[in-house]
């Protein structure tokens, strides 16, 4: 692969400041349609041989474009904040949203290369990491993003020449470090594996560009003109989203109906259930205090359920047994303009805790393939890929030790309808009730089927739906708070 990147590529003075004039002229063009559009981001990733000319072609690139509409991000070592958290979480944090260009100088990549190469992750744990960089880059390009990839090549005898040239010149020497000459020891071992986790990573919608980095002139007419043809392409394609190839919801043959196999008249009376809930609470609030919780986990709370069916009711009984400045609580509705702006994850990305901490999710990511669904807000490509997608958040949240509780609670048809008359009766209740709320009573049937392929689809081992049977809401608090103590006390 990086063979046609050591042949001494070369660009003479009077070619190059004849070209580059129109260059920067099309690029501007460019840059402001795209913003003007605001139909899908661009993402472009920097990464390759130190000394390579990466960090003079992402400043070139600045001076050429607009720097108002460029999103550059030097990403280094995680900082402790970013430590707390599954890996991919700063990055989700700085995609650029649709109209803007994102430059990721170091990228998601570094931390499995540099792992394999220094021996800190074996060949397994490098393909699982591979594996899942191909699903990140699936999912934003499904979700209309622009993806080029740059890797800036050097020869071995090339990258000797410019680390001594760096840094026998008082200007550029401190531009050269320890880390620098060391990993050019390692040089043999970062070119077998990055060459094989590039090509590993090329693909089709988001395939790597090996750029020579030897020749200043030819390295940055050989970025801009690629990055100009793949705004052009992507402005007259509109960048439509990739055709998915996910297979249809399964036939249920065998009848079997998750939420209608509940027992809704499971109770508790009100002497029962004060005592358990003072139990139940006193014993979630030790174990969110215990040293070991602080220091090694965090916890999210994923609420979903019908209209009506007391997850508020559910929820201030959670927090009430929690010191509230270590829980947040995220209500989510429609998205915002800036949310729409982004893949559909980012907003519950951007919300995942720290170490020590609970997040509850007042409704979740789970509305892609319940309510948008149903209701015809994305296409049947969108949900039906989703699955996976959710699947693979949660697997990188429980990577990082952060446990997750899902319920659902599930309350009769008829009983709906008399909590939606008690909300039309009481004065303090009345915001709570809305026309869409009772709109959503004549899909009963299609909500039911949703969820039911919900749970076939999402409920693993390590992030399993709990159904809770929410006709009597006493029964249904208690449900949700020993469910809680037992994940925490699994995990300690």
Same mark, same amino acid.
């Given at each position: 692969m990086f063979e046609s990147a050591e042949l001494g590529h070369k660009i003479d003075k009077q070619a190059y400041e004849h070209e580059v004039p129109q260059l920067r002229e099309s690029l501007l063009d460019a840059q402001f349609d795209l913003?003007?559009?605001?139909?899908?981001?661009? &993402?472009?990733?920097?990464? #390759? *041989?130190?000394?390579? #000319?990466?960090?003079?072609? *992402?400043?070139?690139?600045? =001076?050429?474009? $607009?720097?108002?509409? &460029?999103? +550059?991000?030097?990403? $280094?070592?995680?900082?402790?904040?970013?430590?707390?958290r599954p890996p991919m979480w700063r990055f989700w944090r700085a995609l650029p949203p649709k109209g803007k260009i994102g430059v990721f100088f170091g990228s998601w990549y570094t931390g499995p290369i540099v792992g394999k190469v220094l021996g800190k992750i074996g060949g397994a744990e490098l393909d699982?990491? @591979?594996? =899942? @960089?191909?699903?990140?880059?699936?999912?934003?390009?499904? =979700?209309?993003?622009? @993806? &080029?990839?740059?890797?800036?090549?050097?020869s071995k005898k090339a990258q000797r020449r410019r680390l001594k040239a760096l840094a026998k010149n008082p200007r550029t020497r401190w531009r050269v470090t320890p880390t620098d000459?060391?990993?050019?020891?390692?040089?043999?071992?970062?070119?077998?594996?990055s060459e094989y986790t590039l090509r590993e990573t090329s693909s089709s919608t988001a395939p790597w560009i090996v750029v020579e980095g030897a020749d200043e002139r030819y390295r940055n007419l050989t970025v801009g003109r690629i990055l100009l043809d793949a705004?052009?392409?992507?402005?007259?394609?509109?960048?439509?989203?990739a055709v998915v190839t996910a297979p249809p919801p399964p036939l249920r043959v065998d009848n079997l109906n998750v939420i209608q196999a509940l027992d809704l008249s499971q109770s508790l009376d009100k002497r029962d259930y004060r005592k358990a809930l003072e139990a139940y609470q006193g014993r979630l609030n030790l174990l969110a205090r215990t040293p070991e919780f602080k220091k090694r986990y965090s916890l999210v709370v994923a609420y979903e359920g019908v209209d009506a069916g007391g997850k508020g009711g559910n929820i201030r009984r959670v927090t009430a047994a929690i010191d509230a400045r270590y829980y947040t609580i995220i209500p989510v509705a429609a998205p915002?303009?800036?949310?729409?702006?982004?893949?559909?994850?980012?907003?519950?990305?951007?919300?995942?805790?720290?170490?020590?901490?609970?997040? @509850?999710?007042d409704r979740t990511w789970y509305?892609? +393939?319940? *309510?948008?669904? &149903?209701?015809?807000?994305?296409?049947?490509?969108?949900?039906?890929?989703a699955y996976g997608e959710i699947n693979d958040f949660e697997e990188q949240l429980v990577r990082s030790n952060i446990l997750i509780a899902k319920f659902w609670i599930a309350i009769g048809k008829d009983e709906q309808l008399k909590r939606f008359q008690n909300r039309e009766e009481t004065s303090f209740k009345r915001f709570k009730i809305t026309e869409e709320d009772r709109r959503n009573r004549e899909k009963w049937d299609a909500y039911e089927q949703a969820v039911c392929d919900m749970v076939d689809r999402t409920s693993t081992d390590i992030a399993p739906w709990t159904l809770v049977e929410g006709n009597d809401k006493y029964y249904a608090r208690i449900k949700v708070l020993r469910t809680l103590c037992d994940t925490i006390e699994a995990a300690l």
């Open positions: 913003a003007k559009a605001k139909k899908f981001p661009v &993402i472009v990733l920097v990464g #390759g *041989v130190d000394g390579a #000319g990466k960090g003079e072609t *992402v400043n070139l690139l600045n =001076e050429w474009m $607009d720097p108002r509409h &460029i999103q +550059v991000h030097a990403m $280094d070592a995680p900082t402790p904040e970013e430590r707390e699982r990491r @591979i594996d =899942e @960089i191909n699903r990140f880059e699936k999912m934003l390009t499904d =979700e209309g993003a622009l @993806i &080029i990839k740059f890797w800036f090549h050097l000459w060391e990993r050019f020891r390692l040089y043999d071992k970062f070119r077998r594996w705004l052009r392409e992507g402005l007259s394609s509109g960048m439509p989203q915002t303009d800036e949310e729409r702006a982004q893949p559909y994850l980012w907003r519950f990305w951007r919300h995942v805790p720290g170490k020590g901490r609970v997040t @509850i999710f509305g892609r +393939v319940l *309510v948008e669904r &149903i209701e015809g807000f994305c296409t049947e490509a969108d949900w039906l890929r």
